[in-house]
């Protein structure tokens, strides 16, 4: 079945650039989008942004200047960087596959992401 | 892009039935049939449960249903039952093909 499987450090420093891996399982990464989502502590989910297997990428606008989502099919895996990181960036972060009008059906368990020094 | 209004909680009794609303604007809801519902326990990933306005994802009880009227989404939930006990969140696309959450209602079964 797909399996999506969340990988980085957990403590990010904060000024530095969080960066996130998510591995596929399961399925080829070709024509599907993939998104990164978080939820801060006790807080709701919060759309990160998207990329297509291609490479087209959008992104949430306050969010956007900040961020870079890139894929690499040959390796089934995509990646999220956010940089200039804040303690507003403390989150579970999340990546899925989107299947547009059918949802996001497949989700990774989350990481957890601290932002301190 | 602001997150879609969402009442922060709800609560019923084992074999109710309740209704949570979702409010956005003719950007995202009132435009869009690319809006879904989400479940999610404590301590877990979401789990889609409603996609395309009102469709079931294989395995998903039919005592979920969803539907949608102008910028409103509402899912309602028949027979509550303990298990149903989560937040639940819905999303949109926008006019502009970004993504945009509810602000999450939690379900308590009383």
Not at chain 2, 71 to 88: V, W
Request: hydrophobic fraction near 30%; charge should be neutral.
């Amino acid at each position: 079945q797909v399996q999506l499987q969340e990988s980085g450090p957990g403590l990010v420093k904060p000024s530095e650039t969080l960066s996130l891996t998510c591995t596929v399982s399961g399925v080829s990464m070709s024509s599907n989008y993939w998104s990164w989502i978080r939820q801060p502590p006790g807080k709701g989910l919060e759309w990160i942004g998207y990329i297509y297997y291609t490479g087209s990428t959008n992104y949430n606008l306050s969010l956007k200047s900040r961020v870079t989502i890139s894929v690499d099919t040959s390796r089934n895996l995509f990646s999220l960087k956010l940089s200039s990181v804040t303690a507003a960036d403390t989150a579970v972060y999340f990546c899925a596959r989107d299947r547009g009008v059918e949802g996001i059906d497949v989700w990774g368990q989350g990481t957890t992401v601290t932002v301190s020094s | 892009q602001s997150a879609l209004t969402q009442t922060a909680s709800v609560s019923g009794s084992p074999g109710q039935s309740i209704t949570i609303s979702c409010t956005g604007t003719s950007s995202d809801v009132g435009g869009s049939n690319f809006v879904s519902w989400y479940q999610q326990h404590p301590g877990k990933a979401p789990k889609l449960i409603i996609y395309d306005v009102s469709n079931r994802p294989s395995g998903v009880s039919n005592r979920f249903s969803a539907s949608k009227s102008g910028n409103t989404a509402s899912l309602s939930i028949s027979g509550l039952q303990a298990e149903d006990e989560a937040d639940y969140y819905c999303t949109s696309y926008t006019d502009i093909s970004t993504l945009v959450f509810g602000t999450g209602t939690t379900v308590t079964v009383l």
